[in-house]
């Protein structure tokens, strides 16, 4: 398969058409950004890290009957997936009270929420990412009732499925945020898993293992990033 010319670009990803039909090629790059694009840096093999973890999970969730975007691995940093039409909403699972919850409700850092809380956002940078309810989110004809619905379904199974692989290696699963997008009437899950979507603590000491490590400088970032993929990845405990 031959990478051709640039669809997108994120804050953390460049995406490319490629000369097969509806295939397109994900680069995961080592740029890192916080605060919406106020904190900026370029660190060595993050965009590997994040990738292989990504791939990991999308392996993962496909062979427990999640629809995903993932088709392979080109090399460590670009990833092969299927042509979406991406739906404008970042669905947010909370399994612990945690950052913008807190910053902006009276829940308690670390509060178990349980049942899971789904939040979903409407992905927007200019608008800095405002939180939906269902009225909205049908108003604006982003998705149909139907749609909505299952969207939170499949988004708490895919929840129900991190959080038991994470948690064998010693891993909290706090949160994460998803996307999805289309093709014809079908949805997939689209977009990354990885330490820059995820919330994750360790369960013995409660150390963050993600961005968080980045955003509020809590110590070195890659040797983070670097020791949690391994521990995902490699745990010879492949689901
Ligand atoms: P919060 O709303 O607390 O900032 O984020 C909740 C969870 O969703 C965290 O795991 C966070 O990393 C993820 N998240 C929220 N918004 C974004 C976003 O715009 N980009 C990425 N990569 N992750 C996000």
Redesign the pocket.
């Known amino acids: 398969m031959k990478q051709k010319n640039l669809l997108y670009t994120g804050k953390a990803k460049s995406v490319y058409h490629t000369d097969t039909k509806d295939r397109l090629i994900v680069e995961f790059r080592d740029d890192i950004t916080a605060f919406d694009g106020g904190k900026k840096d370029v660190l060595k093999n993050k965009g590997n890290y994040n990738a292989g973890v990504s791939a990991f999970f999308f392996d993962y969730l496909e062979k427990n009957g999640v629809k995903t975007h993932f088709f392979t691995m080109l090399d460590p940093h670009h990833m092969v997936v299927r042509k979406l039409e991406m739906i404008p909403l ?1 669905v ?1 699972v909370r399994n612990v009270a ?4 807190v910053r902006n409700y009276p829940f308690r850092e670390g509060t178990l929420l349980d049942p899971p809380l789904i939040v979903i ?1 409407y992905k927007d940078d200019a608008r800095h ?1 405002p939180m939906l309810n269902d009225e909205i989110i049908i108003a604006l004809k982003l998705v149909t009732p139907a749609e909505l619905k299952k969207i939170k379904k499949v988004a708490l199974e895919i929840n129900r499925l991190l959080s038991a692989v994470l948690a064998a290696q010693g891993i909290t699963l706090v ?3 998803i996307e999805f997008g289309r093709q014809g009437k079908m949805i997939y899950l689209g977009d990354e898993i990885s330490m ?4 994750l603590w360790d369960k013995k000491t409660g150390e963050s293992l ?2 968080d490590v980045y955003r509020f400088e809590k110590g070195d970032v890659m040797a983070i990033y670097n020791r949690v993929a391994q521990r995902i990845t490699k745990s010879g405990k492949k689901p």
């Open positions: 970042e947010i945690a950052g913008s919850i956002d990412d949160d994460f945020k820059d979507s995820m919330r993600d961005k």
